[in-house]
């Protein structure tokens, strides 16, 4: 118990990651401390919170239900909310910036946005993985640029009218036929290993 409330608030704070991922290693997890899964379930469950929370209460509550204002992928141009995927990529783009120790993206098999086309291996195993197996996570181990990662992949799930609107009616859509609860993508984290 003492070990996740130290993870939970350590993980809130982007400053602190750096000095979690320090026991991503093998030995960890075997000596009973963090282990790199357990990390990475931990910043999944912060992000899963905080995209549910916009995409439900801001996003389909303001456009959907309420209709007082829209959300476009032109957000800005248009003075409108950035869509739910659009905040997601600002804050990992914002993580990245402070070189936080780790990584995370929103990605797709498809993807109305080409930049959010898996590109490593592990990416598409892991995206094929969690379409085809609803519920669960895909974790493996990659190299990239000669440096060891752990990298995890989490399921997307359309959760609000407005996801599957947007994605189905989309011109550059590759895929119609969303429904609440599909996959729609996945939350790929990948942690430096020691």
Avoid at 44 to 50: I, M, P, Q, T
Avoid at 70 to 90: G, T
Wanted: with cysteine; net charge neutral.
């Amino acid at each position: 118990m003492k070990n996740k409330a130290v993870l939970m608030g350590a993980v809130l704070s982007v400053g602190s990651v750096g000095a979690i991922l320090g026991g991503c290693s093998e030995t960890t997890a075997k000596s009973g401390g963090l282990n790199p899964q357990s990390v990475a379930d931990s910043i999944h469950a912060v992000l899963e919170s905080d995209r549910t929370v916009y995409t439900k209460f801001v996003v389909n509550r303001l456009v959907k239900e309420e209709k007082v204002i829209k959300a476009s992928e032109h957000w800005k141009d248009d003075k409108a909310l950035p869509l739910p995927a659009q905040m997601f990529r600002m804050g990992a783009e914002a993580v990245a910036e402070k070189n936080a120790g780790f990584s995370y993206s929103l990605l797709s098999l498809w993807p109305i946005n080409k930049q959010n086309e898996p590109k490593t291996e592990a990416e598409k195993s892991g995206l094929k993985f969690i379409a085809e197996n609803p519920g669960q996570n895909f974790y493996t181990e990659e190299e990239l640029g000669g440096k060891k990662y752990y990298t995890a992949v989490y399921p997307d799930m359309a959760i609000a009218p407005a996801c599957v609107e947007c994605h189905n009616d989309h011109k550059d859509t590759p895929k119609s036929d969303f429904k609440i609860g599909d996959v729609m993508g996945g939350v790929v984290i990948r942690l430096p290993m020691s």
